[in-house]
């Protein structure tokens, strides 16, 4: 019993973890109707940050994270400026196409300048150690801050897209542009922020993984996949929806990898999504 | 529905020229510049399958690397596994895939955009894991083809790649045939009709569902051809060589820039990425890694957002522009 409770503790953890990667896709997804293919390479490359800020000058991962997160948010606005914006209204093939050349792009830069070796931080401060929640119950603190950290950014998310006045607009332009744009909002603008603020998330998330996870080149690609699946799951645009999917998928994984064996736990994951579309093709939460 | 006699005249043309294509002496002799022709004839009949389902009938899918692999695997078991020749292994893994597919276009055809292009993301996935694991198939190492006696029989040569080059030209005559058969016959504009309009389709009594699984079908045994001409051509197989999101990714992209839904659009998209991403490789792969794929992602952003409709879209408006010009003229 006991190690089933730490099993499914595990897959919760994970699933919050999934669940800040994947909101900054299920926004940017919502809002824009675009799947960036490159949403993983983007962490990989926060975490690239967070591991050089603390390898170089032994900045914690528990700053670091706040230069990650605000590297990645300018990225993302550069490369919405460069590429996506010049996509948007285009067929939905388009930027998909054009965001997978751009995460064979960065994984490649990456995998040229820093070698594809695995790169751990040995001494961040929370590295290792745990909390003992009654007798045999184990929580990893690193993995408990991401979830704390995931938990906090998805009510802040939640709360600036419902009752700021950003946020409306934001709302206003994913139900009708044109519409917005009689309105008054820039509409340009709106979706550059949308794609910052997607990527901002992803960075904080990659900013605080150097705390247990090695950095290398193709950590990201993963990461990408289970954030389709989750918000494919969740179902359209709900924020609600993709957390729970996160939690899901963080679930399974954990205890098909355990029970079954840990090869499998991407089939489970990867067939449940199957299995789900195939009850409710629009997901979980969708209309 | 005949064709035209331009039309015509280009096809013969161009398989003349495709069939003496190694015989010419000068730059394209060579194992290197050979290995090129081979893959630039490959990648095109592999692109042209997917362009029956992604192109013609407008399902965009990337999953096809799975019917690829699977023709892969069938027919390298054949050959290691089984001591056979590959072509009983080749029949097998086409209709294999043709099951596969129909099995997997259920769920999936019930889906749109994003959702379907996921859902055969994941498909992929679910393979590559389940064939690394899978002992019968080779697992993680994959199959390494044994050294047999070479000739067609076996379908194998180690001297010379002219062999393989007229063996892929076969392949391409089957696959590019059959695509001029089926644009010029009733199934192409059934799927051209659902690819336009679903609902509008059905109510001039298509049945979309039945065209649909016939261009999913059709797609998935001919991709699973390829695959079986991939392992012979590289004598071995592993999971991630053939199925993976990249290699659907590549088929992808050559018919892209090619032209959708167009006859010539993969090969021409293929003559052009196979050698530039070959010749990247050849002179930048070895330097620290990665600036092939640099440079060829740069390309893809380049591509998709300069020229959508691939090179034959920019061939028909400069069609359409002199047309324009000589009306003009009258």
Redesign the interface.
Same mark, same amino acid.
């Given at each position: 019993m006991a190690v089933f409770l730490q099993v499914v503790l595990d897959g919760l953890l994970n699933g919050m973890l999934y669940a800040l990667v994947t909101i900054g896709l299920s926004l940017i997804w919502g809002v824009m109707d675009i799947i960036n293919f490159a949403h993983g390479e983007f962490l990989m490359i926060a975490m690239y940050v967070s591991y050089w800020l603390g390898f170089l000058m032994h900045v914690d991962p528990l700053i670091s994270w706040i230069a990650s997160g605000i590297f990645v948010f300018l990225l993302s606005v550069i490369v919405y400026k460069l590429i996506v914006s010049q996509l948007i209204g285009k067929p939905a093939l388009s930027a998909l196409l054009a965001t997978f050349g751009l995460s064979m792009l960065l994984k490649n830069i990456c995998l040229n300048r820093f070698s594809p070796n695995f790169k751990l931080l040995s001494d961040t401060y929370l590295g290792g150690k745990v909390i003992q929640l009654g007798n045999n119950l184990i929580l990893s603190l690193p993995q408990f801050i991401i979830a704390v950290a995931s938990m906090v950014i998805i009510l802040l998310t939640y709360h600036f897209m419902t009752s700021t006045k950003i946020g409306w607009a934001i709302q206003a332009t994913a139900m009708d542009r044109d519409a917005a744009e009689l309105m008054g909002i820039d509409t340009n603008k709106i979706y550059a922020l949308v794609f910052g603020i997607g990527g901002a998330c992803v960075g904080i998330a990659g900013g605080l993984l150097p705390m247990y996870m090695p950095v290398h080149p193709e950590v990201g690609s993963l990461f990408s996949l289970i954030a389709f699946i989750c918000v494919a799951m969740g179902g359209f645009g709900s924020i609600i929806g993709s957390l729970l999917a996160a939690l899901l998928v963080g679930l399974i994984e954990a205890l098909v990898g355990f029970y079954i064996a840990p090869i499998f736990k991407y089939v489970a994951v990867f067939g449940l999504y199957l299995i789900v579309i195939l009850i409710k093709p629009r997901g979980l939460f969708g209309w | 529905m005949g064709r035209s006699r331009r039309d015509r005249c280009l096809w013969y043309v161009m398989l003349i020229v495709l069939a003496l294509l190694p015989l010419i002496p000068g730059p394209l002799q060579g194992p290197f510049a050979q290995h090129v022709l081979v893959s630039i004839l490959l990648f095109a009949c592999m692109s042209q399958a997917w362009n029956i389902l992604g192109g013609y009938c407008g399902q /965009?899918s990337f999953g096809h690397s799975v019917f690829f692999g699977i023709g892969a695997y069938g027919t390298g078991m054949a050959v290691v596994t089984y001591g056979l020749a590959p072509w009983p292994g080749v029949i097998a893994g086409a209709f294999l895939a043709m099951i596969v597919a129909i099995a997997m276009s =259920?769920?999936c055809f019930? &889906?749109k955009?994003? =959702?379907f292009?996921?859902?055969t993301?994941?498909?992929v996935?679910?393979f590559n894991? &389940?064939f690394? /694991?899978w002992d019968w198939v080779g697992g993680a190492m994959g199959l390494d083809y044994p050294i047999i006696e070479e000739g067609w029989k076996n379908f194998m040569w180690f001297q010379s790649k002219t062999q393989y080059y007229y063996g892929a030209f076969i392949l391409f005559l089957i696959i590019f045939s059959f695509v001029r058969w089926m644009e010029a016959n009733k199934l192409g504009y059934y799927m051209k009709a659902v690819r336009d309009g679903q609902e509008a389709a059905e109510s001039l009594g298509v049945n979309s569902t039945s065209v649909k699984l016939t261009a999913i079908a059709i797609s998935a045994f001919l991709a699973a051809l390829c695959g079986a001409f991939f392992v012979q051509y590289n004598l071995r197989v592993d999971p991630p060589m053939v199925m993976s999101l990249d290699m659907s990714?590549r088929f992808?992209?050559i018919t892209?820039l090619g032209g959708l839904g167009t006859l010539w659009g993969p090969l021409l998209g293929a003559a052009i990425l196979i050698p530039l991403q070959e010749y990247t490789r050849a002179i930048w792969g070895g330097l @620290? @890694? @990665? /600036?092939d &794929?640099?440079i060829? @992602?740069? &390309?893809?952003?380049v591509i998709?957002?300069r020229q959508?409709k691939g090179i034959m879209g920019f061939i028909s408006w400069l069609a359409s522009r002199s047309k324009a010009a000589k009306g003009g003229d009258e």
């Open positions: - | /965009v =259920y769920p019930r &889906l955009g994003h =959702y292009a996921i859902a993301f994941a498909i996935e679910i894991r &389940l690394m /694991v990714m992808v992209l892209i @620290g @890694g @990665g /600036v &794929l640099i060829f @992602g740069i &390309l893809i952003i998709v957002i959508p």
